[in-house]
Structures are given as C-alpha cells and as structure tokens.
C-alpha cells in the first residue's frame, strides 16, 4: 500500500474543491424537478391540474393511502437537516448545509432511483424539529435525517421511528453502522472468528459510534465483550460523571449497563489492549491511535478507522503493527466504508414495500447483503466491501430490505423476492440513464464546451 503524508492527502483534496466552487456556481444547484408525465398540449393540463384532478382527490380523501398510487409519495424522500454537524465543519447553518443536501439527492437518485428533496431547517430545537417532520409526512414515503448533533439526533430518530407512519432513518447513525456490519461480517470469515465471540472495541461515542454499538450488538456482537470510548474514557457504570451520562447522554448511559461488565477503567490504550475487533469513529488522524496500541490487540485483529479525510492511524501502519485487515471511509485506501453502499439501496426497499419503518433487523438485513455481493466476487483482506461501482449491489439491498420488512410485518405492499428486484433494478436503470441521455442531448451541459 502507498504510504502519503497528510500534506499530500490534503493537496489531493484541493482539486475536487475547486471544481466543486466553478461547477456550483456553473449549475447553480445540483438538483430540480423533471416532468413524469406527458404533455401533449395545453389541454392537458385540465388532466394534471384542474379540474380533473379533483377526482383524484376525492378518491385520497376517501382513502389516505391512495396516494402512494396517484401521487409521488411512494418515491419521495426529504433529506433534512439543522445544519448543525455538517461533514466537518460543524454547525454552520442550514443554508450553508444545503449544498450536502443537495449532494444527498444525487446519490438518492442515481444510485438508487430515488427521489430526494433537501430540506434544510432554520430551527435547533429537537421537539419543534420532530413536530416538523411528522407534520411533513402526507407528502413524503420516507424521511432521512442528515448532520444533526448529538445528542439530541438520538431523540429525534428514536422518537420519529416511533411516532411516524413513514420510515425515518439518520444516515449518520444508522447508515455509517450499517456498512461498518458489513465489512465486518466479511472481515470475521476472512480471520475465522465468530461474531459473538470477538471482543470488540469502539472508539467515539458520537452519532456513528453508539449507533455501531449498538447495531455490533444487534448483529451478535456480545455486549459483555465490548468496550465503547469517549473523550473521557472507556464507559462505564462506575464513572465518575455517571450523573451527567444519565441526565444528558441517555444513550451512553444505555451502553454503560449494556456493555463493559467488569468495569474495566481507564483510556483507549487500555480499551484496545486484546481486542479483536477495533471500530474508531472519532477524531482525525494520523497519531490518534498508536500503532503500539495495535500492536496490543489479540491475533489477526480487525481495525477500522473510519475518520475522513485522515483516518485516525495509517492502514500501513496499523498493518505493520500487527491489524490483518483494516478498513478506512477512504476511497483511495482498499475497504472504503461509504454510507453511499447503505442508503440509497436501503430506501429502494423500504418505499417499493411501503414500509412504515425501518428496522435495526433491516439494516442487519442490508449489511449481509452487502457482505454476500462481496463475497460473490471473492474476498480477500483489501476487498471485504462491495465498492460503489458494482451495479447490483442497490437492487439486491432493495430486495433484502423488504423481504424482511414483510417477514416483521412493517409493510403495506406485499411483493416476492422476484418482484421487488425487477421493479428496483428498473427504477434504478432509468434513473441512471435519464442523467446519460440528458448529458448527451445537452440539456445537461458541459461546463467545458
């Protein structure tokens, strides 16, 4: 593997930013809306408009979910944000985080055929952001929630799954975990070690590190075996700011009693020290893991630093320390863990099924899927998850989705296997060559012409 300097990765990032500044401003956006229907000539706005629209109408009003029929609901999802944990920039307001929106409905779109709308939101408050959302719902067939900070991004997700009749999903939270199950599904095969057996340790307790927490322990990661690391050390039911943890960070304190049964104390040295399976989410590298903290974990040990743009210790380095397999979020390293492998595919199911949910055992559900593409082409130690690229790897998730959606009973439309893969595999195939015949015909153009 090609060892480079931060100084080398961070001038390797200068370019896409420029482009990214001339090509905005070129397009002046990156998202609008296309016609799906036919317009023949004026009078057929009479169809579409009034008044015969109001017989459509009618039949919604008797029967709310006619909509998903004669409308767009069943493809529309709302990408919502506060902008208050953009990338890594932090909170910078919703208007500065509409461009990451926007960035969202091209992946929605492209990769899985979906309809996403940027919603950005001139509003902090976690009550009055659930109120929104819910009230946002007859328009919508799903809701992802985007950059929102911890800790309230915890009680608006687990309040909106509960209270919506729509899917709500936090990509932060669940997407991020999600493809981390995956890559670790195919990294355990590779070292021949069973999941409920590994001791497994997560560094960050953010958004993405208690949701992988906590999705590890779902997928059959024993709790009793892990370890999970803040900004003030291993968790634990015997800290000294127990108080603090159960008054303003539930969620923490959900891991303390689920995890760490010993009471084990101290800092990430001694949280890594035997472990088999190390997950960082946390702060930007290099130098924020040791390699001589590896060098402690247990044979072949799994190491993912998922940091970006510089994940917390180099691949090499954690390779020369003793990690067989490691996994970073970058695409220029093997093994990149990318939500864009989750969401798009995971939607795809979740509105072809409409389902009023989506499951942690859905998202179990999307990681197999995800591990068992990779696994068809043939894994190794630099290929344990699916890159971006593989075509089928939207439609099958889709499948897998719903399937179970169906089996837990949180579908409105019951369709086989073979059902739902045509109908994902041909929304996905226009979307995508909508995009192409638009560049080739000029209604999309080309900046350089």
Not at 136 to 159: A, M, R, Y
Not at 310 to 326: F, L, M, Q, S, Y
Not at 387 to 394: H, L, P, R
Request: aromatic share 6%; charged share 25%; glycine share 8%.
């Amino acid at each position: 593997m090609k060892r480079v300097t931060v100084e080398e990765l961070l001038a390797k990032a200068e370019q896409p930013s420029k482009d990214a500044m001339r090509l905005h401003t070129f397009y002046k956006g990156k998202l609008g809306t296309a016609l799906k229907c036919r317009v023949r000539d004026f009078n057929d706005f009479a169809i579409w408009y009034t008044p015969g629209v109001a017989a459509v109408c009618k039949e919604i009003a008797k029967d709310k979910e006619k909509a998903y029929e004669y409308t767009n609901k069943w493809n529309n999802v709302a990408v919502i944000s506060d902008g208050t944990r953009v990338l890594g920039l932090g909170d910078i307001g919703p208007e500065a985080g509409l461009p990451v929106m926007e960035g969202k409905g091209i992946l929605y779109k492209y990769l899985g055929g979906v309809d996403a709308f940027p919603i950005c939101l001139a509003e902090h408050d976690a009550d009055k952001i659930i109120d929104i959302v819910k009230a946002l719902q007859p328009s919508f067939g799903g809701v992802n929630l985007e950059d929102i900070s911890h800790p309230k991004c915890f009680k608006i997700l687990d309040t909106l799954r509960a209270e919506c009749e729509i899917p709500v999903w936090h990509d932060d939270q669940q997407g991020t975990a999600c493809v981390t199950v995956a890559g670790l599904i195919n990294a355990l095969k590779i070292v021949k070690k069973d999941i409920g057996e590994v001791r497994a340790t997560v560094i960050g307790s953010g958004a993405a590190g208690i949701a992988i927490a906590r999705l590890l322990i779902a997928a059959g990661v024993n709790p009793a075996k892990m370890l999970s690391v803040d900004s003030k050390g291993i968790l634990s039911r015997d800290r000294s700011d127990r108080e603090d943890l159960q008054a303003r960070y539930k969620e923490k304190w959900d891991l303390c009693l689920r995890t760490n049964p010993k009471n084990v104390k101290g800092d990430v040295p001694d949280a890594i020290k035997g472990a088999d399976v190390l997950v960082c989410v946390s702060k930007q590298g290099p130098g924020t893991i040791k390699p001589e903290w590896i060098k402690t974990m247990a044979e072949n040990a799994i190491v993912f630093p998922e940091a970006n743009p510089v994940p917390e210790i180099w691949p090499w380095e954690a390779k020369e320390a003793g990690a067989r397999i490691v996994a970073t979020g970058r695409s220029d390293f093997p093994n990149q863990v990318n939500n864009s492998l989750g969401f798009p595919g995971i939607f795809r199911g979740a509105l072809d099924v409409r389902a009023t949910t989506i499951t942690d055992e859905m998202c179990i559900a999307a990681a197999n899927e995800l591990a068992k593409v990779a696994q068809d082409h043939g894994i190794s130690e630099d290929y344990i998850i699916p890159n971006m690229d593989q075509w089928e790897v939207f439609p099958r998730e889709a499948v897998a989705v719903g399937m179970k959606a169906i089996e837990q009973g949180v579908a409105r439309k019951i369709l086989s296997a073979e059902e739902q893969f045509k109908m994902a595999d041909e929304i996905i195939r226009k979307a995508r060559a909508e995009v192409q015949w638009m560049m080739k015909e000029g209604f999309i153009i080309d900046p350089d012409k």
